[in-house]
């Protein structure tokens, strides 16, 4: 009898862990409509990185160094596509296998999935959540690529309620679209279709958003839908300097109110508009993305390598001429420095960040935008380049200010000291050729150094 009210209380505790851990990794929109947070309210902060071959090319060995890697640069979400973009449907997986048969979507392979589930249970392992696209857009919209298109709305629904149920229990976000924009009734019936098999599937566990083609935004398309929980767009590769801060500022105006990030920015080492004659994106081109847009309203950013997220390595035909095997780009500067990001970000109340330009109240420099954003008790302004910048301080609370310059490059930040808060001041980036993070914070509120370490300023 002992040893069956034992059974009975260990499996009782077990399935209560399971339901509990369950629950805790779900996300949901914060009250505000701007951000994502826990179940349990603790914000939630996307990094994430372009993986999309990540399903389809790499095997269990390397699918295990390419997320310890990215857990260990503290991303937070990997965004991966079932249906792949290089030939997904018929070019097979390293073990051989193809996801569909007969290329019917109504016929999973369960020998694919299986691969597919180790991947997410070893991402779930290091407590990172999985973007799932369930297809690129080529195969409901071949506008260009392989395809072939084997989506209609009916068989849309079966797929996503086979997704749904299956990985309802695991950390995923929902990814709709596929770098596609529906451009046909079809094409608009068959994203909804596969949404709602989706929540069918999970029971509505996982938040759900679209990835749209190169400058453009799904805010365009389902921005009233229900099914989409947040807008994402994709500033792509065509140009340096692309304003990203535009579609961020544009769609933190809409209403309803929902939460939105750039999905898809210049990659690192991406040819600049796929030509290599006119450079290579390199990081300071991906911090700038990534701090114009989140201090514009984002809710995350996604990093991007052009080599990682077709896994290229030698013997691979590269995708816009790639040139670095993707296990040596892991470790591009670019990458680091998101890490920096989001410890910056998760040093003070991010989710109480509004963009504010008018924080700047002038700017003197090589560059022409400054981003800044507050939160009630500390600022945050970007500036690209080397410049004076002034700003009003007053905007927040406090009677003295701490004011920082904080390194985006390295993590390290420069202490100018505390001031009075009672006037505008105006501030010199620190050494030049490069960019800047300004921070004034609420003396009385006791923030933390920005980044790791302090080092001397020589002005």
């Not at 079966?158 to 149920?165: D, I, K, N, Q, R």
Request: charged content about 25%.
């Amino acid at each position: 009898m002992r040893y069956t009210t034992t059974l009975f209380i260990s499996a009782s505790f077990f399935l209560l862990f399971i339901c509990h851990f369950g629950l805790s990794q779900r996300l949901r929109v914060s009250e505000n409509q701007r951000y994502l947070q826990h179940h349990d309210g603790t914000p939630f902060f996307w990094l994430g990185d372009t993986a999309w071959e990540l399903f389809h090319r790499l095997d269990r060995e390397e699918a295990d160094m390419y997320l310890k890697n990215r857990a260990d640069k503290r991303f937070t979400v990997i965004q991966a596509v079932v249906l792949a973009e290089l030939d997904g449907l018929n070019t097979p997986n390293p073990y051989g296998e193809t996801p569909l048969l007969n290329n019917d979507p109504t016929q999973p392979n369960e020998a694919y999935f299986k691969h597919v589930d180790y991947i997410v249970d070893k991402a779930e392992s290091l407590g990172l959540y999985v973007g799932m696209l369930p297809s690129w857009g080529d195969k409901f919209n071949k506008r260009w690529g392989v395809g072939p298109e084997v989506f209609t709305p009916e068989n849309a629904r079966v797929f996503g309620a086979f997704l749904g149920e299956r990985y309802k229990d695991k950390p995923i976000i929902w990814i709709l679209g596929g770098d596609r924009i529906p451009e046909e009734n079809d094409d608009f019936a068959i994203i909804r279709a596969m949404a709602e098999g989706l929540k069918e599937g999970d029971g509505g566990n996982h938040l759900m958003t679209y990835h749209p083609m190169g400058d453009r935004n799904s805010a365009e398309f389902f921005h009233r839908d229900e099914w989409l929980d947040f807008n994402m767009f994709q500033s792509g590769h065509g140009s340096r300097d692309k304003p990203n801060y535009q579609m961020t500022l544009a769609n933190y105006a809409l209403n309803p109110v929902k939460p939105t990030l750039d999905g898809e920015p210049c990659y690192e080492d991406h040819p600049i508009n796929w030509k290599p004659e006119k450079g290579w994106f390199n990081e300071k081109d991906i911090r700038k993305a990534a701090y114009w847009s989140m201090l514009s309203g984002a809710l995350g950013h996604t990093y991007g390598n052009h080599n990682i997220w077709q896994m290229w390595q030698e013997g691979r035909e590269p995708v816009s001429s790639a040139r670095t095997p993707w296990y040596e780009a892991l470790d591009h500067p670019g990458a680091y420095q998101m890490g920096y990001m989001r410890e910056l970000f998760e040093s003070r109340s991010f989710t109480d960040l509004v963009p504010d330009a008018d924080l700047v109240v002038s700017s003197k420099g090589e560059t022409n935008f400054v981003a800044a954003a507050r939160g009630s008790d500390f600022l945050m302004v970007y500036v690209p380049a080397h410049e004076s910048v002034e700003v009003n301080p007053q905007k927040i609370s406090g009677k003295k200010i701490n004011v920082w310059w904080f390194d985006p490059r390295t993590g390290d930040s420069v202490s100018l000291g505390k001031y009075k808060n009672n006037r505008n001041y105006t501030f010199r980036t620190p050494i030049t050729e490069r960019d800047w993070v300004l921070i004034i914070d609420d003396v009385a509120k006791a923030y933390s150094t920005p980044g790791d370490m302090l080092f001397g300023m020589n002005e």
